[in-house]
């Protein structure tokens, strides 16, 4: 749901970096869980190599990604030390609790990383880089009640889905994985999902949609690096920010009338 976006950051010069949460250590029905871990941690580094993306060994087990102080700590460690200007994250509605968790504790971590009373695990000093966060579509392009997630913003990743394909591929065991247990190829699901958010860009082909977090405690209220990194292949969703506007509108309306 992110990689063409990565890949097309590097394009624009940036250095890029790649993290797994879990370890992948449910995704066999086959091999037990140690070896399993091992042959997802070969294919995730394939994977980040492949893209020429630094990577980060994960912090948790598969359905174990919760939302506390020892997880939040060893996050927030990574996050001084690589001091990143964009980050790109789950959604926070998702069908899987590890997706949703994930997203919270990167927000945390990062609102956490310029505190210097708060200590991370190893310890890592505190930094002050402006940090914009974008939480990408979730898988099924729907939250948990059906609902579709509509994103606020399309990146292009037309001319970066064979690359984007290929870091996918690296991960066959989790083929194999969904073969048994749903059905699917996880490739062409990747394809399916890129051109329905495509089409609904009005422009691209194949996309990749990302909602912006609230700046507060991030960065400037403006800063959308996204935008200016990618230019063209960054289309914002004008509903989508007209949208954004009308809850608090409602909100006063009814200030007004209610008793």
């Given at each position: 749901?992110?990689?063409?976006?990565?890949?097309?950051?590097?394009?624009?010069?940036?250095?890029?970096?790649?993290?797994?949460?879990?370890?992948?250590?449910?995704?066999?029905?086959?091999?037990?869980?140690?070896?399993?871990?091992?042959?997802?941690?070969?294919?995730?580094?394939?994977?980040?190599?492949?893209?020429?993306?630094?990577?980060?060994?994960?912090?948790?087990?598969?359905?174990?990604?919760?939302?506390?102080?020892?997880?939040?700590?060893?996050?927030?460690?990574?996050?001084?030390?690589?001091?990143?200007?964009?980050?790109?994250?789950?959604?926070?509605?998702?069908?899987?609790?590890?997706?949703?968790?994930?997203?919270?504790?990167?927000?945390?971590?990062?609102?956490?990383?310029?505190?210097?009373?708060?200590?991370?695990?190893?310890?890592?000093?505190?930094?002050?880089?402006?940090?914009?966060?974008y939480h990408a579509s979730p898988h099924g392009l729907r939250d948990g009640l059906r609902r579709?997630?509509?994103?606020?913003?399309?990146?292009?990743?037309?001319?970066?889905?064979?690359?984007?394909?290929?870091?996918?591929?690296?991960?066959?065991?989790?083929?194999?994985?969904?073969?048994?247990?749903?059905?699917?190829?996880?490739?062409?699901?990747?394809?399916?999902?890129?051109?329905?958010?495509?089409?609904?860009?009005?422009?691209?082909?194949?996309?990749?949609?990302?909602?912006?977090?609230?700046?507060?405690?991030?960065?400037?209220?403006?800063?959308?690096?996204?935008?200016?990194?990618?230019?063209?292949?960054?289309?914002?969703?004008?509903?989508?920010?007209?949208?954004?506007?009308?809850?608090?509108?409602t909100a006063n309306r009814d200030s007004r009338t209610a008793i």
């Open positions: 749901m992110m990689a063409g976006t990565l890949l097309l950051l590097q394009d624009a010069g940036w250095q890029i970096h790649y993290m797994n949460m879990s370890s992948g250590n449910l995704g066999s029905m086959i091999l037990p869980a140690t070896a399993t871990v091992r042959v997802r941690r070969r294919e995730a580094q394939k994977s980040a190599k492949l893209m020429g993306a630094t990577w980060h060994p994960p912090l948790c087990q598969d359905l174990e990604v919760f939302y506390d102080s020892r997880t939040l700590r060893r996050l927030a460690a990574v996050v001084r030390t690589v001091d990143p200007s964009i980050v790109l994250t789950h959604s926070p509605q998702d069908y899987m609790e590890d997706h949703m968790n994930t997203a919270r504790l990167t927000v945390t971590a990062l609102f956490g990383r310029s505190i210097p009373n708060y200590r991370t695990t190893p310890p890592r000093a505190p930094v002050e880089t402006g940090v914009t966060i579709q997630v509509v994103p606020g913003a399309f990146v292009n990743t037309t001319t970066v889905r064979d690359r984007k394909r290929a870091a996918l591929a690296c991960h066959a065991s989790q083929q194999h994985f969904l073969d048994a247990t749903q059905g699917f190829s996880y490739l062409e699901l990747m394809d399916e999902f890129s051109r329905t958010l495509g089409t609904l860009s009005g422009t691209f082909p194949h996309a990749e949609g990302w909602r912006r977090h609230l700046h507060l405690g991030f960065c400037d209220e403006r800063a959308d690096p996204l935008r200016d990194a990618l230019g063209d292949n960054y289309l914002v969703n004008s509903a989508y920010e007209q949208g954004l506007e009308l809850p608090s509108r």
